[in-house]
């Protein structure tokens, strides 16, 4: 199969808001991510972060920059503020090239946010 344009979702939560819980938590995501799905630095077309509205301490793509990621398109946007949401949520959503089918890939959730997708495995 010749690879093909893929999104891949994932998310994380803070316990405090701090840049320092921002960095490790993006960081810890967005490498297992690529870790889990064998992504490589040139697969990626670009990734786009959300936060909900408590996180103020620092921009998740940042984080994501200090990866080695600094020359893949990187964008952050503010989450819907929907009443009884998962607070301190960062949501990822990364589009890539890969081999394989839309079922292959592992989505991934971390702390807090796992109870948004209770229907994957870990």
């Not at 840049?19 to 889990?36: C, I, P, S």
């Not at 990626?44 to 893949?72: E, H, Q, Y």
């Not at 946007?77 to 890969?98: D, F």
């Amino acid at each position: 199969m010749a690879a093909v344009l893929r999104a891949l979702r994932g998310a994380t939560t803070l316990d405090e808001d701090t840049a320092d819980q921002v960095n490790d938590r993006v960081q810890a995501l967005v490498g297992t991510m690529m870790e889990r799905n064998g992504i490589g630095h040139d697969d990626l077309v670009s990734i786009v972060f959300t936060a909900t509205d408590d996180i103020a301490s620092m921009f998740p793509a940042a984080a994501a920059r200090s990866l080695g990621l600094g020359d893949v398109p990187l964008i952050c946007a503010s989450e819907l503020a929907i009443t009884g949401a998962v607070p301190r949520c960062i949501r990822v959503l990364m589009h890539l090239y890969t081999e394989r089918s839309r079922e292959a890939l592992h989505h991934v959730y971390l702390e807090g946010a796992r109870s948004l997708r209770d229907d994957l495995p870990d």
